[in-house]
C-alpha cells in the first residue's frame, strides 16, 4: 500500500473518530427521542424514598423505610357489677395524611418545545416536587431538575439553585424527593436545565 493510500485510510479514521465523539457529546438524537416515566405520586411517599444521590448516573437511589399508622388513645369508663366506673383504653388507628399540594405551575418551553404542571406536595413534614402526568418537554442532553430561589426566571444561568439530579424522563409523571433546603416561601420557579451547553430548556413559575 503506498503512503497516499495509507494518508487517505488514516484522514478516513480520523474523521470517523470525530464523527463518533461528536454524536456522543451533542447526542442529537435525544432532541428526537421520548424519555417516559410512569411514577404516581403515591410512591413518593409510601414508598419511604429518601432521595439520596448515589447512583452512578446522578439520579436518586431510594431508601426503604417503615413508616408506623399513628394511633389515638380514647378513654370510656365502664361500670362493673358493683356500680364502679373503671376507665379503660383503646387505642384506633387514624387514617393516614393525604399528601396536600402547596405550589403549582405550568411548563413553558425557553427555545424548546414544553408544556405541563410542576407541583409541590407536602406529607408529614416531607416534601416532593412532582412533575404531573401531562408533562412532556422536549428531550436533550444533560438535561437537570433545578429550584431556583426565584419568582420568575429571566434567562441566562440562574446562579445558586437546588440540584434535584438529572431529569428522570421528559414525558410522563416523575416524583423529586426534596432536600432539607428547601423553602417553600423561597423557592418558587423549577427549571430544566442543559448543564452540557449551559442553557435552559423549560420553567415553571410556582404558586400557591
Not at 447512583?55 to 365502664?78: K, N
Request: negative net charge; aromatic residues 8%.
Amino acid at each position: 500500500m503506498d503512503f497516499l493510500a495509507r494518508h487517505r485510510i488514516g484522514v478516513i479514521a480520523a474523521a470517523a473518530a470525530v464523527l463518533i465523539v461528536g454524536f456522543l457529546l451533542f447526542r442529537p438524537d435525544k432532541l428526537f427521542v421520548d424519555d417516559r416515566v410512569d411514577e404516581s405520586l403515591a410512591q413518593a411517599f409510601d414508598s419511604g424514598s429518601s432521595g439520596e444521590v448515589g447512583a452512578e448516573d446522578g439520579s436518586a437511589v431510594a431508601t426503604p423505610t417503615t413508616t408506623t399508622p399513628a394511633t389515638t388513645i380514647t378513654a370510656s369508663g365502664v361500670v362493673d357489677d358493683e356500680g364502679n366506673t373503671a376507665a379503660t383504653t383503646a387505642a384506633t388507628t387514624a387514617a393516614p395524611q393525604d399528601p396536600v399540594a402547596i405550589a403549582t405551575g405550568s411548563f413553558s418551553g425557553i427555545d424548546h418545545a414544553a408544556t405541563g404542571t410542576a407541583t409541590v406536595y407536602e406529607k408529614d413534614g416531607r416534601f416532593v416536587l412532582r412533575f404531573e402526568d401531562d408533562t412532556d418537554i422536549q428531550n436533550g442532553p444533560d438535561l437537570y431538575v433545578w429550584l431556583l430561589a426565584a419568582d420568575d426566571y429571566g434567562g441566562g444561568d440562574p446562579g445558586t439553585h437546588l440540584d434535584l439530579g438529572k431529569i428522570k424522563g421528559n414525558v410522563g409523571g416523575q416524583n423529586y424527593e426534596l432536600p432539607e433546603g428547601f423553602d417553600p416561601d423561597v423557592h418558587k420557579t423549577v427549571l430544566v436545565w442543559c448543564l452540557r451547553f449551559g442553557v435552559p430548556f423549560a420553567a415553571a413559575p410556582l404558586s400557591a
